[in-house]
């Protein structure tokens, strides 16, 4: 087990665990609403919380979404990030930034837009932010690279951001990441964090913790990539092939804890 997490094991009630859930709790499936933690992960948090961990989710899907596909009520004191920090659910309550100017616009004009390119992409509503998918075309990356010019195009003409991940555009609210919402998990009473992604998305938290350790703050982190996206892997300190192997660890550590 990695020193950092055998740290964990020690000092749980001065750590903190923040995870992605797609791709990284949850394997990544053509149809996100089918979207499923693996098995065993969700009880691994709650035996970590239970022990004195802080556990959060910070992911890029809406956050009542999130709780409801991962039954995350089942995690005592568990914080989600939503929308990359645009929402914040905890013991049952939603906070949520109002809903950007432009988007209502752009809800109507990317379907005739999307529709020109490929009858396989189609437009996710994530309510505070809009997600084009390209994964179920013939050809996803192709279909990626013919959108990102006129969406990004589009996207900026109404004041907002287009974010790349695996096979999706994500249109949402200008300089919004996950590094401000894991920044606002580490202003908690933190000694050891950990942060596991698998996308590009997940690139600021990784420097957020990195931001939190530098300068000799005697603080450790521990960043940790799920997956086969490079990009991500390079950039970890811990690289994982899967949920699955992810989900061994939660356990393993949950059992130190308990």
């Given at each position: 087990?990695?020193?950092?997490l ?10 903190l ?36 961990v802080?556990?959060?989710?910070v992911?890029?899907?809406?956050a ?13 004191g ?13 013991d049952?309550?939603?906070i ?14 990317l ?19 809009l ?33 790349g ?16 919402a ?10 050891v964090?950990?942060?596991?992604g ?17 300068g000799?703050s ?39 804890v308990?």
């Open positions: 087990m990695h020193p950092v055998r740290e964990i094991a020690r000092t749980p009630r001065e750590a665990i923040a995870l992605d859930f797609d791709g990284t709790l949850a394997p990544i499936v053509d149809d996100p609403a089918l979207s499923r933690a693996f098995p065993g992960a969700i009880e691994a948090l709650a035996a970590l919380a239970g022990g004195g802080r556990v959060a989710i992911t890029g899907r809406d009542l979404t999130v709780v409801d596909l991962g039954q995350l009520q089942r995690v005592p568990l914080l989600v990030s939503g929308l990359h920090g645009a929402q914040t659910w905890s049952g309550q939603l949520s930034l109002p809903e950007p100017s432009g988007l209502a616009e752009l809800r109507t004009a379907p005739a837009l999307l529709g020109q390119i490929d009858p396989g992409v189609w437009l996710e509503d994530k309510g505070l932010s997600v084009v998918h390209t994964r179920r075309t013939e050809d996803p990356a192709g279909a990626l690279a013919v959108l990102t010019e006129p969406v990004t195009a589009l996207a900026v003409e109404h004041g907002l951001d287009v974010v991940g695996k096979f999706v555009l994500e249109i949402r609210i200008p300089s919004l990441s996950k590094a401000d894991v920044g606002r998990l580490l202003e908690g009473p933190t000694a964090a950990v942060f596991c698998d996308d590009l998305g997940d690139l600021p938290a990784f420097e957020a913790l990195k931001d939190w350790t530098a000799g005697g603080r450790t982190a521990l960043a940790v990539s799920v997956g086969e996206a490079a990009e991500v892997r390079q950039a970890a300190d811990l690289v994982l092939d899967s949920p699955a192997e992810l989900t061994a660890i939660l356990v393993e550590l949950a059992e130190l308990v």
